[in-house]
């Protein structure tokens, strides 16, 4: 519920700031992978993602201030019966360079990774679920393409890191994620 409630904060913006003078930004949903670098997770090394990566900026700042939320999860339980999912919340600084003639702007941002992590397994035909949180860094670069002149499509690729303690047990959630993206540009 809280991830679609962040979702839902994120989408609706507030439109008075979407829409005044002297700001701009974007907004795209991304779809993409999450590669865990740990064998912590048993078979569960390679997660589905859905995100939304923000950003905006007043137009004499120097970079954008970015909000990201990411929800990455396993497709079913694996061979050792678990069941992974994460979500992640960006926050941080993103710098943009519009290079007009080619329509594209490269990224590169970084900042404190707030993340949660799930995992369910399965004991004795049972599904016992535990819950962690965690606070780390992540580190991104991408670029987005103008369409149209309000829409982009974009690549980002970011590392994040987070250990959660789930089950007794220490898992290491480093680990790279990449996306492809369609986004929303003001």
């Known amino acids: 519920m809280k991830k679609l409630t962040l979702l839902t ?23 993409g992978t999450k590669e865990i670098s740990s064998p912590d997770w048993s078979g569960d090394e ?3 993602s859905l ?8 137009d004499s700042w120097p970079v954008n201030i970015a909000i990201d939320a990411f929800v990455s999860f396993s497709e079913d339980l694996s061979e050792d019966n678990y069941e992974v999912s994460t979500s992640e919340y960006h926050l941080g600084l993103r710098k943009n360079w519009d290079i ?3 329509n594209i702007s490269p990224y590169l941002g970084g900042g404190l990774a707030i993340a949660f992590g799930s995992l369910d397994e399965e004991i004795d035909g049972k599904k016992k679920n535990d819950i962690d949180r965690s606070i780390g860094a992540w580190f991104g670069v991408g670029a987005n ?31 790279i994620s990449s996306a492809i993206s369609i986004g ?3």
């Open 51 to 58: 995100g939304i990566i923000a950003n905006f900026k007043e």
């Open 100 to 102: 007009t003639p080619f």
């Open 145 to 175: 393409y103008k369409l149209m002149d309000r829409v982009s499509i974009g690549a980002d690729i970011r590392y994040s890191d987070a250990e959660y303690k789930l089950h007794n047990k220490n898992f290491d959630a480093n680990g």
């Open 184 to 186: 929303y540009v003001w």
């Open 9 to 31: 904060i994120l989408l609706s913006l507030n439109s008075s700031l979407v829409s005044a003078s002297g700001y701009s930004g974007n907004i795209n949903l991304s779809l």
């Open 46 to 48: 390679s997660l589905n």
